[in-house]
């Protein structure tokens, strides 16, 4: 049995798409699996697409990443956890590869990303960038990550201190137990930040918090660019999205 744990904060534009998108690796990879769908507060239809969608649902009333992950892993039944939100896309090759790297010795590891749809120039730059630096430091993306069961309870889970960074506090405790492994099959995630917001904005986000260091990631204050709730109405991007997934296979 593996586990793929999604949580969830109104996304009832994206969610079913990226259920889809697992029914279809899971099976791919010819696995025994489960779909949990952490709903952390959601205002819209999340919780109902969930079920339709053959997903199990967790209800909580936190908004907190790291606190819907933890729920979704304590609540699964697996013996892989894969961690995928609500806006990203996976295929088999992931699911095939992360239990490989598992067998191998791997403690955990993460995807490189893709963003979907038509994203600024300054987008673009700042995407290459990041994923550059990020990526070299061999650190796992939110939008994906896979352990052990009995990794992730080594590590304690996600900690419930940052509200943002999560992920990497997440990859230098797998670390700690074992190798990291980066798959080479990129993920497909959401550009809607970089559709939805200024670059000045993006920019000047992200420089307070690097300058704040652990401390700015310890409260919501100043972090609504991740936690406002803003989301794209349209189903074009959707429809892009899961198209580049689905090619990538």
């Known amino acids: 049995m593996i586990s ?12 079913a798409a990226t259920i889809a998108a697992i029914h279809e690796a899971a099976e791919g990879a010819n696995q025994d699996y489960e779909i949990i769908v ?8 999340t919780a109902d697409i ?14 907190h990443i790291a606190a ?4 979704g892993g304590r609540g699964a039944r697996g013996d892989v956890l894969y ?18 790297a598992l067998k191998n010795g791997y403690a955990g590891g993460s995807a490189r990303v893709l963003v979907d749809g038509d994203i600024p120039r300054w987008g673009r730059i700042f995407m290459k960038g990041f994923c550059a ?24 889970g996600f900690d419930e201190q940052y509200f943002i960074g999560e992920e990497i506090y997440f990859s230098f405790a797998l670390r700690r137990l ?10 497909v995630t959401s550009g809607r930040k970089l559709r939805m917001y200024s670059g000045r904005h993006v920019f000047l986000r992200t420089m307070s918090i690097l300058l704040g260091g652990p401390n700015a990631a310890r409260s919501r ?20 999205r899961t198209h580049r997934a689905a090619r990538s296979k």
């Open 4 to 15: 793929f744990i999604v949580p969830a904060y109104n996304e009832e534009m994206e969610l």
């Open 38 to 45: 952490v709903d952390d507060a959601s205002t819209d239809a």
């Open 50 to 63: 969930a079920r339709q969608t053959g997903a199990q649902v967790i209800s909580i009333n936190r908004r």
């Open 68 to 71: 819907a992950r933890n729920a």
């Open 83 to 100: 961690f995928v939100d609500a806006d990203t896309r996976i295929n088999a090759r992931h699911v095939i590869d992360a239990i490989d």
């Open 133 to 156: 630096i990020y990526f070299g430091l061999n650190l796992g993306a939110g939008a994906f990550l896979f352990s052990t069961r009995e990794n992730f309870e080594r590590c304690g």
């Open 178 to 187: 074992g190798r990291f492994k980066i798959l080479g099959e990129p993920i």
């Open 221 to 240: 204050k100043k972090l609504g660019l991740w936690y406002d709730g803003k989301r794209e109405t349209s189903p074009v991007a959707v429809a892009t």
